[in-house]
């Protein structure tokens, strides 16, 4: 008798065990109907961008957070593009986590805007969604969308790389520069032997950064150091948009009876992103100097009286001593100072 008993309890903790078992997996799983995507909306549809106020907050965005039918860590990316682009190009824009309202500069939301390729000072029109996602397993998700108008003002933004190369001090770090805030930024770094890694900022600090995830992709507030592909004078180029990075060679030197290698090897010059012109503090003897980039004498330039000339007649140094040199390949120009 009491063997049965036994018996009946067990079977009635195996159909509730199996019962809640059930239940669980209903509360984890969902149909594609049960999935709702995120509801957004923004408390402007036009706004026009200027440097008056490019420090304030001109654009809020307030979101009903999305529901896959369980609990899960979720990311949501803002995403804007050209209204009728479907989402061909797209400014991407992570809002943090659990955050249900977002404020936008007139500086960030100009940046995001420019980085779609339109012209500054006229009226262009977005539409702006939300992604959310969980894994890769489960389906991306979209918000329905919400328009925008905007007018962006031309300006100049800046990157800036904080590395091995100087020691990882941010006041140091190099400045990479889009001219027009379309995204893209160029700049050119001298690389030493041994180090190589650095990562990207939009300020000279660590509150946000791009990391690497793999060579030439880039992912913001993520990924690892990113690693230039060697030592030496390169010239990065980022695309904030497409996330990614690439590099060339990129150097010029001076060669000359003056300069310590002679006419047989160059003396490499450091760029000065923030001036764009480079620079080298080097002892001369007296003798003669020009300017050739990448090693090089398909590209050289010579010079008289501060002028510089593409191919042109070898520069004298009439004295020996530890001369600044500053040379700007924009305006065509170089100085030699004896210190």
Not at 143 to 169: H, N, Q, R
Not at 171 to 197: D, M, Q
Not at 266 to 274: E, V
Request: glycine share 8%.
């Amino acid at each position: 008798m009491k063997i049965r008993h036994y018996i009946g309890i067990m079977l009635l903790f195996i159909v509730a065990f199996q019962s809640c078992k059930k239940d669980e997996t209903r509360a984890i799983l969902a149909s594609g109907e049960d999935i709702k995507p995120a509801t957004l909306s923004l408390d402007k549809t036009n706004v026009t961008l200027s440097k008056d106020n490019a420090e304030d907050t001109v654009l809020h965005l307030n979101m009903i957070q999305p529901d896959f039918g369980f609990q899960a860590a979720v990311t949501n990316v803002l995403q804007f593009a050209l209204k009728g682009d479907n989402f061909k190009t797209v400014k991407e824009v992570v809002i943090p986590s659990g955050r249900s309202t977002v404020g936008f500069t007139g500086y960030e939301l100009n940046s995001y805007l420019l980085a779609l390729g339109v012209s500054t000072g006229t009226t262009s029109e977005f539409d702006v969604r939300i992604k959310s996602s969980i894994n890769a397993k489960i389906t991306v998700v979209y918000s329905a969308l919400a328009g925008l108008k905007a007018i962006p003002f031309a300006s100049t933004s800046y990157l800036y790389a904080i590395g091995a190369y100087e020691d990882w001090v941010e006041a140091n770090a190099e400045s990479l520069i889009s001219p027009t805030s379309n995204g893209i930024y160029t700049g050119i770094i001298n690389f030493p032997e041994e180090k190589l890694t650095f990562k990207l900022t939009p300020e000279r600090n660590w509150s946000n950064s791009y990391g690497e995830t793999e060579p030439g992709k880039i992912v913001y507030n993520g990924g690892q150091d990113i690693k230039a592909p060697r030592a030496g004078n390169l010239e990065l180029e980022v695309n904030t948009t497409a996330n990614t990075i690439s590099y060339k060679d990129h150097s010029w030197g001076i060669i000359g009876s003056a300069t310590p290698k002679g006419w047989d090897a160059d003396t490499d010059m450091k760029f000065d992103n923030a001036n764009q012109v480079w620079k080298l503090t080097v002892s001369l003897t007296a003798g003669e100097i020009k300017f050739r980039k990448n090693h090089d004498w398909g590209t050289n330039f010579g010079g008289t009286n501060g002028t510089l000339a593409a191919g042109g007649a070898n520069i004298a140094v009439a004295n020996a001593g530890t001369y600044d040199i500053v040379v700007d390949f924009n305006a065509n120009t170089y100085t030699l100072t004896k210190k």
